[in-house]
């Protein structure tokens, strides 16, 4: 992430999340948005020098498409405005996709974090994000959510039963697998590549 443009980033995610805090908007599914919107890939890749020139109101229409909102009448939640630069200065730190980071600390769980954390730096929510991120990996995580075990994984695709258990683990770096692996593994657990490879960088196939 370019951090020159940290205060816009964080202005278009704040919009982005009072919109949906007012609307009663899922959150998981905002994560999703969020997670496959071209704005915050972007932001991720750091794909270029200048910001996204994207408006908030032009930000909003594409993710809430079916939604008549009138962005002038959405408040700043103080919630969302730290949420949002918090969920950025992660982002930032880390190079991860929002989806990881969302898999960690998810939308409602970081309006939790808001009374403990507010007045502190940032710099401590981030130490927080990296003590979870070291506790389990990405596919753990995701097994947990899944009605998938690793066993039957492995024989659906065929694969070493004890590789997955060490890619689980981390003892084995999954971008090391072969790049059908990881794309299958990706597609059944609907999420990105990157995500699942715990990184923000593309994986060539």
């Known amino acids: 992430m ?4 940290i205060e816009e980033y964080t202005n278009n995610l704040e919009r982005v999340l009072s919109t949906s805090y007012i609307t009663k908007y899922s959150t998981s599914a905002l994560e999703k948005l969020i997670s496959y ?11 270029a020098y200048f910001a996204p020139l994207v408006s908030d109101v032009s930000l909003i229409k594409t993710l809430f498409p079916f939604k008549k909102i009138e962005l002038l009448a959405v408040p700043t939640y103080k ?3 730290w949420a949002a630069e918090a969920y950025l200065r992660i982002q930032g730190d880390t190079g991860l996709t929002f989806e990881c980071i969302f898999l960690y600390i998810p939308i409602k769980k970081m309006y939790e974090y808001y009374p403990i954390y507010h007045e502190m730096d940032f710099s401590h929510i981030i130490k927080e994000f990296n003590r979870l991120f070291k506790e389990k990996s990405v596919l753990a995580i995701l097994i947990e959510r899944n009605p998938y075990s690793l066993k039957s994984l492995a ?17 084995r770096d999954i971008k090391k697998a072969s790049a059908e ?3 299958n593994l990706a597609h059944l657990l609907d999420v990105r590549i990157e995500t699942l490879a715990e ?3 593309k994986i060539k196939i």
Do not use: H, P
């Open 2 to 5: 370019n951090n020159l443009y």
């Open 37 to 47: 919107s071209s704005y915050f890939q972007d932001i991720e890749e750091d794909a």
């Open 79 to 81: 919630e969302c405005l």
């Open 155 to 171: 024989k659906d695709y065929g694969v070493s039963y004890d590789m997955l258990c060490s890619i689980k683990q981390r003892r």
């Open 181 to 183: 692996i990881v794309i």
């Open 199 to 201: 990184t923000s960088f």
